[in-house]
Nanobody, 122 residues
């Protein structure tokens, strides 16, 4: 079982920026699919961004143009840079990972973190 721990959440003003980090218990070299999702209570989980081992990325519509996903192999972390934050970005943000790169297509990640809360004030 791979353990994923998110960090970096908190309160930020609208228009501001925030960086989230996901630390994995296993080398991310072996995690060929990683992603950030977000969820508001009572609503469906939404893809924010995904990245494969080959470096290719895809982004959900919600934060298109305002988020960047990246891996830091040296620190063994997967990160999400969020800019121009809006109140509607308020959600619990989750890290997901899988050894199978096809998980970025199906969204069926084997491993999930417990989440970090992001709150954007008006």
């Amino acid at each position: 079982q791979v353990q994923l721990v998110e960090s970096g959440g908190g309160l930020v003003r609208a228009g501001g920026s925030l960086s989230l980090s996901c630390t994995a218990s296993e080398s991310i070299f072996s995690l060929n699919a990683m992603a950030w999702y977000r969820q508001v209570p009572g609503k469906e989980r939404e893809l924010v961004a995904a990245i494969r081992g080959d470096g290719s990325t895809k982004y959900g519509d919600g934060m298109k143009g305002r988020a960047a996903i990246m891996r830091d192999l040296g620190k063994n972390t997967m990160n999400l840079q969020m800019n121009s934050l809006k109140p509607e970005d308020t959600a619990e943000y989750y890290c997901a990972a899988d050894r199978d790169p096809l998980a970025t297509m199906a969204g069926n990640y084997d491993y999930w973190g417990r989440g970090t809360q992001v709150t954007v004030s008006t």
